[in-house]
């Protein structure tokens, strides 16, 4: 069973930053592609970026050049640093992660944008 944990959300003025973490149970994250994702009130979940198991990223249109996804393999951690955050940002963001047959998701972490 694998265990997604995300932190680091928060609130945060327009313009500022945050890194979100997402800590797995195990040496995992390098075998599998890891995705950001987020959900807005009232809206459906969508991709915020991914990264392949060979270190290629994807990004939403609304996430280029503002997002990274840096990996840390040895400590068993995605993130999700996110700057220039707008107040269009404010969502759950949630940490996904693609194994062959399924599919596991962490808690969420809320990030609110606004002065």
């Known amino acids: 069973q694998v265990q997604l944990v995300e932190s680091g959300g928060g609130l945060v003025q327009p313009g500022g930053s945050l890194r979100l973490s997402c800590a797995a149970s195990?040496?995992?994250?390098?075998?599998?592609?890891t995705g950001w994702y987020r959900q807005a009130p009232g809206k459906q979940r969508e991709l915020v970026a991914t990264?392949?198991?060979?270190?290629?990223?994807n990004y939403a249109d609304s996430a280029k050049g503002r997002f990274t996804i840096p990996r840390d393999n040895a400590k068993n951690t995605a993130y999700l640093q996110m700057n220039s955050l707008k107040p269009e940002d404010t969502a759950v963001y949630y940490c996904?992660?693609?194994?062959?047959?399924?599919?596991?998701w962490g808690q969420g972490t809320q990030v609110t944008v606004s002065s």
């Open positions: 990264i392949t198991r060979d270190g290629r990223t």
């Open positions: 195990g040496s995992i994250f390098s075998r599998y592609t």
């Open positions: 996904k992660l693609d194994l062959p047959l399924r599919a596991y």
